[in-house]
Nanobody, 121 residues
Framework: QVQLVESGGGLVQAGGSLRLTCADSGRTLSSYAVGWFRQAPGKEREFVAGINWSGGTTYYTASVKGRFTISRDNAADTVYLQMNSLKPKDTAVYFC??????????????WGQGTQVTVSS
């Protein structure tokens, strides 16, 4: 079964970078679309980025486009979120999620535990 674990969060200064990793400790993630989401205190969970099964198609929410890059390494069964030019508004718990489809879309079947990203001014 798919079991997702996020890592790579931490505390950074505004303008800094972090790379988040989503690893599957269960069955392979290579045939599933994967999304990154985030949730700040008191806010709804927000879609950040998505990637199709092969890594050839990506999607981003407008607020992160040009700063964040989602990618995947199916041989390593991992998905990444490279976050550059971080802003305090990016502070949130970041989750990866897998969908039992080849392309991103509504509805995700598996979720990780989340990793905290805090960006200071």
């Amino acid at each position: 079964q798919v079991q997702l674990v996020e890592s790579g969060g931490g505390l950074v200064q505004a303008g800094g970078s972090l790379r988040l990793t989503c690893a599957d400790s269960g069955r392979t993630l290579s045939s599933y679309a994967v999304g990154w989401f985030r949730q700040a205190p008191g806010k709804e969970r927000e879609f950040v980025a998505g990637i199709n099964w092969s890594g050839g198609t990506t999607y981003y929410t407008a607020s992160v486009k040009g700063r964040f890059t989602i990618s995947r390494d199916n041989a390593a069964d991992t998905v990444y979120l490279q976050m550059n030019s971080l802003k305090p508004k990016d502070t949130a718990v970041y989750f990866c999620a897998a969908r039992e489809k080849l392309m991103p879309g509504p509805g995700y079947d598996y979720w990780g535990q989340g990793t905290q990203v805090t960006v200071s001014s």
